[in-house]
């Protein structure tokens, strides 16, 4: 696995020293909440994780460019870390730059603000830090459950998958049992890494053990995602784009 630099949200206190930004007053229709992890290291380590920034902000330029608003929720709520930039990506650089953007990854919003039926999608991003906090919080899950009872969209990205795992519907069955399901797959892990010592779960393993179909592509980087009814995954930060489009598709009912 690469060593990316790590931000932290010491930027924030420069960035954004406003008051915390208040939801509008969109429809159900035209909300989607993303879900992300308070978790500055890899397990109780001093090894340095955090949110993928670029998981984030494309997602995001899709979904607001079409219209839609996006909450930002977190286990803890409040600033977190962000890292993997590439400051060389238009995109990443607006947003990084862009303060009243950044005072919502200072100001997140905590499982217990959030009413499920205000959304229409919601969206696990990913990087090292999505695998810590997010999919032990029950709340989160029940969020998550409702909105897809809903006729809302699950989403995620990357180690956003890890979010996902522990999701049940009413019936106590795995919102994913049976269906194809996409993530970061192990094959591209350093099982002998400390970082991956201190994963509490292995993505892939787990979707099986639950029954879901874990599916992914053998070159990786190349735009993988699987779509199975409103259950939306993708494999890397490549198919960020492809992922965020889908959404949309699928709350329009564009998908066929």
């Known amino acids: 696995m690469k060593r990316y630099h790590i931000l932290l949200l010491t930027l924030l206190s420069v960035a954004a020293c406003k008051e915390p930004v208040i939801r509008g007053q969109a429809s159900p229709s035209s909300r989607v909440l993303f879900v992300t992890s308070n978790q500055h ?26 219209g839609y608003d996006i909450d ?50 919601i969206y696990y991003s990913g990087g090292g830090a999505a695998m810590f906090g997010v ?61 991956y010592q201190e994963f509490p779960f292995s993505i892939e393993n787990k979707i099986r053990e639950n029954g879901g179909v874990y599916t992914s592509s053998e070159k990786g980087w ?15 930060p490549s198919a960020t784009a492809s992922v965020a489009n889908e959404i949309i598709k699928k709350i329009e009912n564009k998908h066929h």
Do not use: W
């Open 135 to 195: 999919p032990e919080n029950k709340l989160l899950q029940d969020i998550a459950a409702q909105i897809y009872e809903n006729n809302g969209v699950v989403s995620a990205i990357c180690h956003g998958t890890a979010g996902i795992v522990h999701i049940k519907d009413k019936k106590g069955q795995y919102i994913y049992y049976g269906k194809h399901v996409n993530g970061f797959p192990d094959k591209f892990e350093n099982p002998k890494a400390p970082y």
């Open 41 to 66: 290291t890899y397990g109780n380590t001093k090894q340095n994780t955090a949110n993928h920034f670029g998981e984030i902000v494309i997602a995001y330029d899709v979904l607001r460019k079409a």
């Open 222 to 236: 190349d735009n993988f995602f699987v779509v199975d009814g409103r259950l939306i995954t993708g494999q890397d």
């Open 72 to 121: 930002f929720v977190s286990p803890e709520g409040g600033a977190i870390p962000v890292g993997y930039l590439k400051t060389s990506d238009s995109i990443q650089k607006k947003y990084l730059y862009d303060t009243n953007f950044m005072s919502l990854l200072k100001h997140t919003l905590k499982p217990e603000d959030i009413t499920a039926s205000e959304y229409k999608a």
